[in-house]
């Protein structure tokens, strides 16, 4: 039997089955990012303490856009915008504007094989740099070997907006080193100073990538919808909705973990336009991202 609890000190959900073989930990007042994820029996997603949210954005939601923005700054329909540039370091804008958001639950379903919670964060205030109203649901669905994250959001403003999404989860592999990834491309996005895109170059196809101790916050333009990470003791294969998705791997100064993000866009999609997508007024776009232990 699955079921939930709220935290209600800190406004957080637990969510677990009757045999322990399934756990999960959503902070709703961090964009209800997925904290800590066990399936199966293996513990994939942990807490990266010392390490803090405020600089892994670990698991988070980036929309409208996902990884960076050249100095925040960008032309939209003839007009200039200029965001907040909280990446100081960088001076860039980084993963979007919802990842310290507070979403709040709307519906929750608990049964004999899996369990489901959805949650709304609502933007109603013209944020500097993005002058728009929307409202953004997500929707996670468990099983004690699986996982779905569905993202829809709504432009709920008078006027277009451009976009790109992403999720941000971390993975803890028992050893790194050890492990690698599948996945189909044969373009990888050239990255400048700053980890800004520059262009895009052909490669080699590849088919697997061996992580040994690479330092890694790479991008690839992936040929399909499937990406699988194989460690020592587990193996998952994330699969997106998407037609054209890309994926970031990045390695943070913490052993034995990795950061395998799904994206519709890449560093500085707003001024490069690659996977740039624009939504008009009172339209809707949802991604569906799936994760399946099949080890």
């Not at 933007?123 to 994250?149: C, H, R, W």
Request: hydrophobic share 35%.
């Amino acid at each position: 039997m699955y079921s939930i609890k709220h935290q209600n000190e800190n406004n957080v959900l637990e969510l677990k089955n009757s045999d322990a073989s399934f756990f999960a930990k959503i902070h709703l007042n961090d964009g209800a990012s997925l904290q800590e994820l066990t399936l199966n029996g293996k513990s994939i997603i942990v807490d990266l303490n010392p390490l803090v949210y405020a600089d892994t954005y670990a698991s988070a939601i980036l929309f409208p856009f996902a990884n960076r923005i050249k100095d925040g700054a960008y032309n939209f329909n003839k007009t200039h915008y200029q965001l907040d540039a909280n990446n100081v370091s960088e001076n860039n804008a980084l993963h979007g504007l919802v990842y310290n958001k507070v979403f709040n639950v709307i519906e929750h379903k608990g049964g004999n094989e899996s369990i489901s919670v959805k949650l709304e964060y609502e933007e109603n205030e013209l944020t500097q740099g993005f002058p728009f109203t929307y409202s953004i649901q997500l929707e996670y669905v468990f099983t004690k070997d699986a996982m779905s994250l569905s993202v829809s959001v709504t432009n709920t403003s008078t006027a277009s907006f451009p976009f790109t999404l992403g999720w941000h989860p971390y993975f803890l592999s028992e050893n790194l080193y050890a492990s690698d990834l599948q996945f189909s491309s044969h373009q990888k996005l050239k990255l400048g100073e700053r980890n800004i895109t520059t262009g895009v170059e052909k490669i080699d196809a590849v088919k697997s990538f061996n992580i040994e101790d690479k330092k890694l916050d790479d991008c690839w333009i992936l040929n399909d919808d499937a990406i699988t990470f194989n460690t020592p003791t587990y193996q998952f294969v994330i699969e997106s909705s998407e037609e054209h998705n890309f994926l970031q791997v990045y390695t943070p100064p913490k052993e034995n973990i990795i950061a395998i993000e799904p994206t519709t866009g890449v560093s500085d999609s707003f001024n490069n336009q690659i996977g740039l997508k624009v939504l008009k007024p009172n339209a809707s776009y949802r991604i569906d991202w799936r994760l399946k232990m099949i080890k």
